[in-house]
C-alpha cells in the first residue's frame, strides 16, 4: 500500500508581513525604540512642514510689481521676480542679454552630446569645450568686435558671473593641476618635487578669503609699474591657483591608482617620459579621477560666494544688493531661499552626477 | 655582430643628453632657476611699487596703537592698544570659534551619520535630507541666513525667548549664565585634575588585569563615579566657593552673564551645520566600510549588540573616519574666515582687515594671516596624525 505524498499548498504569508503593513513594521516600528523615534518624527514633520509650506507656496505672493503686491504674510516673491534679472545677468546692458542667453544654449548643446552613452566623439568634444569654447565665450560677453557692443567686467554679475568664477577657475587650474600633480610624483627630481609640494601644501592650507585679500591687495604690487589688472582677472588668478592646489591632489590620486605595471610597460616600450605620461598613464588616470574633479568643482562653485568680500557682486552679492535697496527692506529670508534653492540645484545636481559616473567608472581598476 | 657593421660603434655609456640622471639634473637647474627669477621679478616689483607709493616695510607698525575698538576679546583690548594685540585677539576669536565650531559638528554630524543609518526608514531618510540639504548650499549663505534673515528678526530683549529664565535669546544675542569662581576654588579645581588623573591609572589598572585574568571591571560606571563625586565632595566641603551669575533684563538690555554675541551665535551655528553634514557621510561611510562579517563574528561569540557596536564596529570604523574628519576639522577652521563677512571680528576681519586699511602694510599683514592659517592646519593635521597612529591597526 502505498500512497503518494501530496503536500499541502504552501499558506499564503501572514497578512502583518506583506504589503503596506509588512513594510510599515519592518521599517517603521520594527521594535519599541523605532516606533518611539516614528512616532516623535512624525510629530516633528506634522508641526514643521504645514507652517513651512504655507509660507513657501500657500500664502506666499507670485504676482506684482511693487513690495505693495506682498499682503498675504507668506513668501514676498515679487521680490524675488522684481529683481531676477539682475539676479541672473548683473548688470550687463538690458538689450544684450541674449548674448549671455547664446552662451548658456550653446554650452548646453555642446555638454549634451557627453551625456550620450552612444556617442563616439566625448574626447574631442571635451577638449573642444575645455579649450576652444571659452574663447567663444569670452567673445560673446565681452564685446568689441563682430560690432558687439563692448561690456566692462564690473557689468558682469549674478549667476553668470558664478558660473563664470568657476568655470574659468577650474579649466584654467586643471592644466597647471596636472603639472602640479606630475612634479610630486616626480621621485627622481627631489628640487622639483619638493617645490611643487611646498606649492600645493601652501594654498591647502590658507582659506580661499585671504587668497582672495591677497589677489586683490598684494598683486597690484607684485606687478611692474603701469601694468594694472582688473578686479575680476585679479580674483580669478587667486581662484586658479587656489584651484589647482586641489586638482593636484586628485590628479594624485589618479595617478597613484594606476598599477605600477603600467608604468613598467611604459618604461619597457621604451617611451619617453612625456610620452609614457601623455599616452598610457594620464588617459588612464585622468578617466578615473573625473568624479573627483566634479567634486573639486562643486567645492569651488560654493566657495565663488567669497568674491563678494573683494567687491564683485555674484549671485549672492546681487541679493545682498537688492536687500539693501529701500523699497526692498525686510525681505532678506525670500531672497537666501531663493538663491540657496539655485545653489542647491547646480551643486544637487552635479554630485549626483560625479556619483553615477564614479560607479559606472569604477570598473577597470578593482582587481 | 658587431664585425658586420664596424662602423657602427655601441657606446660604452649612454649619450650624456640621453642618460636620465644627467637630464633630471638640467632639467632640475632650469626649474630652480626659472623659480628664482620669477621670485626675484616679483620682490624687486614689489619694492619699488612701496617705494613709489611711500609703504615702509618691516614689522614695526605692530607696536603702535591702533585706535579702533573690537566687538569681542577674550583678553583685554581697547582703543590705546597695540596692533600687535589686535592680532593677538583676532587670533584668540579664531580659535574660539574654531573649537566652538569642531565641538558642536563633531557631536551633530556623529548623531546624524548614525541616524542616517537607523532600520527606521523614516529616520534614516530624514537625515539623508538634513545632509543633502546642508552641504549643497554655500557656506557664506547659510551664515548670512542666520545672521540676517533669523537673527535679525528675533525678538528684542525684552520679548526675549528664554529657558528657565536664566538663559536669554534675543536680537542682542544669547545670554548664559556666568560662573562666578571665589577665593577657595582652588581646591575643586585641583580635585578635578586629581580624579582625572586617577582615572586614567584606573582605566589602565583594568585593561591590564582583564588581560591578565579576564575580569571585567565597569571602568566607565567607576570613571563616572570619580569624576562627579570626587569633585563635589571638595566642592561641598569647602562651602561651595562658586554662584552663577544670571543675566537680568535691566533697562533695554541683559546685565550680567555671559553673552555669546549674534555674529559669534550665528558663525558657530552655520559652521557646525554646514560641517556637520560632511562629518556624517564621513562616519556613515567609515561605519558601512565594516564588513557585516566582522558584526557576524562579534554575535557568533556571543556578545552584546552594545559590545559589539563598542569593542568590533567602532574601533574599525574610526581607522576609515579620522583621516576624513582631519580635513574636515581642518576645513572648518579654514571656513571660520567667513567671519569678516559678518562682522565677527575675528583674524581675518580685524588683522587683515581694519589693521590692514589703517597702516596699509599688505605684504606683512598678508604673510602673517597666511602663516597662521598654516601654522593652525599644521597643528591640527599632527595632531590627528598621532590619534590616527594611535588608532591604527598593530599588525602582529
Known sequence: MSHDFAPLPDLPPPGSSVGAIGWLRRNLFSNAINSVLTLFAIYLLATLLPPLFNWLFFDADWFGDSRDACTSGGACWVFVSARFSTFMYGFFPENETWRINLIYIALIAC????????????????????????????????????????????????????????????????????????????????????????????????????????????????????????????ALIGITLFQSAYIAEVVRGGLQAIPKGQYEAADALGLSYWKKMGLIILPQALKIVIPGIVNTFIALFKDTTLVIIVGLLDVLGMVQNALNDPNWLGYSTEGYVFTAFVFWIFCFTMSRYSQSLERKLHTGHKR | MADASPEREIPAKPRLLSDPKFRALVFQILASITVAAFIFFIVRNTLTNMESRGISTGFGFLDRASGFGILQSLIEYNETSTYGRTFLVGLLNTILVSVLGVFFATIIGFIMGVLRLS???????????????????????????????????????????????????????????????????????????????????????????????????????????????????????????????????QG???????????????????????????????????????????????????????????????????????????????NLTKNSSLAAAIGYPDLVAVFAGTTLNQTGQAVEIIAITMSVYLLLSLIISIFMNWYNAKMALRER
Open chain 2, 252 to 330: 533695554f538690555n541683559f546685565q550680567g552673564g555671559v553673552v555669546v554675541i549674534p555674529e559669534l551665535f550665528a558663525l558657530v551655528l552655520a559652521l557646525s551645520i554646514y560641517t556637520a553634514a560632511f562629518i556624517a557621510e564621513t562616519v556613515r561611510s567609515g561605519i558601512q566600510a565594516v564588513s557585516h562579517g566582522q558584526t557576524e563574528a562579534a554575535s557568533a561569540l556571543g556578545l552584546r549588540p552594545s559590545w559589539i557596536l563598542r569593542l568590533v564596529v567602532i574601533p574599525q570604523a574610526m581607522r576609515v573616519i579620522i583621516p576624513p574628519l582631519t580635513s574636515q576639522y581642518l
Open chain 2, 119 to 249: 532600520s527606521n526608514w523614516l529616520i534614516s531618510k530624514l537625515a539623508a535630507t538634513y545632509i543633502e540639504i546642508f552641504r549643497n548650499i554655500p557656506l557664506l549663505l547659510q551664515i548670512f541666513f542666520w545672521y540676517y534673515a533669523i537673527g535679525f528678526n528675533l525678538p528684542g530683549p525684552r520679548q526675549a525667548m528664554s529657558v528657565g529664565e536664566s538663559l536669554f535669546l534675543s536680537n542682542r544675542g544669547l545670554y548664559l549664565p556666568a560662573p562666578v569662581f571665589e577665593s577657595g576654588f582652588m581646591a575643586t579645581g585641583l580635585a578635578i585634575i586629581g580624579s582625572i588623573v586617577a582615572v586614567i591609572f584606573l582605566a589602565r589598572w583594568a585593561r591590564k588585569r582583564f588581560e591578565a585574568t579576564g575580569q571585567l571591571f565597569h571602568t566607565v560606571y567607576a570613571s563616572l563615579a570619580i569624576l562627579i563625586l570626587v569633585p563635589a565632595l571638595v566642592f561641598f566641603a569647602t562651602g561651595s566657593p562658586m554662584h552663577l551669575d544670571y543675566p537680568s533684563l
Open chain 1, 111 to 234: 555638454m549634451a552630446p557627453l551625456f550620450i552613452d552612444s556617442f563616439r566623439h566625448k574626447v574631442k568634444l571635451g577638449v573642444f569645450v575645455i579649450f576652444v569654447f571659452p574663447i567663444f565665450g569670452f567673445i560673446l560677453l565681452f564685446g568689441g568686435v563682430f560690432g558687439l557692443e563692448q561690456t566692462e567686467t564690473s557689468q558682469w554679475g549674478g549667476l553668470t558671473l558664478t558660473l563664470l568664477l568657476a568655470s574659468v577657475g577650474c579649466v584654467a587650474a586643471l592644466p597647471l593641476g596636472i603639472m602640479l600633480a606630475l612634479g610630486r610624483q616626480a621621485t627622481n627630481m627631489p628640487a622639483v618635487k619638493s617645490m611643487c609640494v611646498l606649492f600645493i601644501e601652501f594654498w591647502r592650507g590658507v582659506p580661499l578669503i585671504t587668497v582672495l585679500f591677497m589677489s586683490s591687495v598684494m598683486l597690484p604690487l607684485f606687478l611692474p609699474e603701469g601694468v594694472s589688472f582688473d578686479k575680476l582677472l585679479r
